[in-house]
């Protein structure tokens, strides 16, 4: 990567940790209470995140095997850091996938062509949201299910069979869509629709007359590897689904900092850990809903607030655990950020 494209990331990831730190809905003296709070909780709440990001990248590294040619390789340990730090990047941006999708797009052309380097990026980004849609729809039917057990945190009523029906449907939706995508590709009709937006039909139309052959061979690869490579195809959807449980894990962790584990032992446990898994679900949906914002700003806070609310928990723990995740993400985007200097390609 160009020198000052590296450095304009770099400033870009800087500036946005200190306008985190001084947009916290609660005062410093607060933070430093709900941090000691936390305690020794902070180390499997923040080193969780290492499993998380590594689930990550070998499903990335999945995509990339299937969507390259076998001469080009890239090592696990490069994928990794291109995971941590682009992430970061995408909690940094508004509409996250501004920062660390080209960013990542730039690096890996040093290890593969640009071509492949594209489409694999694309498809990554592709087979996460896609696996948090299937996140989303396979917990309504959790919540069903512990609904029907007698489950006292999960109530069935009018509203909530309206919300969990809506859900479903916005997941088909979805599911459908993303089929399309995978059978033909998404970039070329991505580009034609950026050109219906005030101001941008002139740009769209040179820039597909510029680049409609290198853009054509990029949808190509997206579509192969649904039609070619379908055993990776599904690894790493499978792998990315565990990464969402997995990620559960850090609420929990919170859950039984307050004493809250379903009555003790390992069924109560395992029932806070489902509980867990669904307030992930909803405050995950409700953030990517109103993914526009930087960092989320604002969202990640009342998704909890609804998810734990809808569960019975209070509002200081709810405010407890969104705290929480916004100190862990300035810590990673942190780690991310320093990562950018750390081994990178000429």
Request: net charge neutral; aromatic share 14%; proline share 2%.
């Amino acid at each position: 990567m160009k020198w000052n494209l590296n450095n304009i990331f770099f400033i870009l990831g800087l500036a946005v940790v200190v306008v985190m730190l001084f947009t916290f809905d609660v005062s410093f003296v607060e933070l430093w209470d709900h941090i000691c709070r936390a305690g020794y909780w902070l180390i499997p709440i923040i080193g969780i995140w290492v499993v998380i990001y590594g689930i990550n990248a070998l499903a990335w590294m999945t995509i990339i095997k299937g969507n390259t040619d076998p001469d080009e390789h890239v090592g696990f340990w490069r994928i990794f850091k291109l995971t941590i730090t682009g992430y970061a990047l995408n909690y940094a941006t508004p509409v996250g996938g501004l920062g660390g999708e080209p960013y990542r797009i730039l690096e890996l052309s040093k290890d593969i062509s640009k071509q492949h380097a594209t489409s694999s990026v694309i498809l990554y980004a592709m087979m996460h949201m896609f696996s948090h849609f299937w996140f989303w729809f396979s917990t309504v039917f959790f919540y069903l299910i512990l609904a029907l057990a007698g489950d006292e945190a999960c109530s069935l009523n009018t509203t909530v069979c309206i919300v969990l029906g809506v859900i479903v449907v916005f997941c088909l939706i979805a599911f459908y869509l993303f089929s399309r995508g995978y059978r033909y590709g998404l970039v070329v009709r991505a580009i034609r629709w950026i050109g219906h937006l005030p101001g941008l039909k002139g740009w769209s139309q040179r820039f597909l007359a510029a680049h409609a052959e290198s853009l054509h061979k990029v949808d190509e690869q997206i579509a192969a590897l649904h039609q070619q490579s379908r055993r990776n195809f599904y690894v790493a959807l499978l792998l990315e689904y565990l990464a969402r449980v997995v990620q559960s894990a850090e609420v929990l962790f919170m859950l039984l900092l307050f004493g809250i584990d379903g009555g003790g032992g390992i069924d109560g446990i395992m029932l806070t850990y489902m509980h867990s898994i669904l307030i992930v679900s909803l405050t995950t949906l409700f953030a990517n809903l109103i993914g526009f914002l930087p960092m989320q700003l604002g969202v990640q806070e009342g998704g909890f607030a609804l998810s734990t609310a809808a569960l019975g928990l209070t509002a200081a723990q709810g405010l407890f655990v969104s705290i929480i995740c916004r100190v862990r993400e300035i810590v990673w985007i942190v780690i991310g950020i320093m990562l950018m200097k750390v081994g990178n390609k000429r």
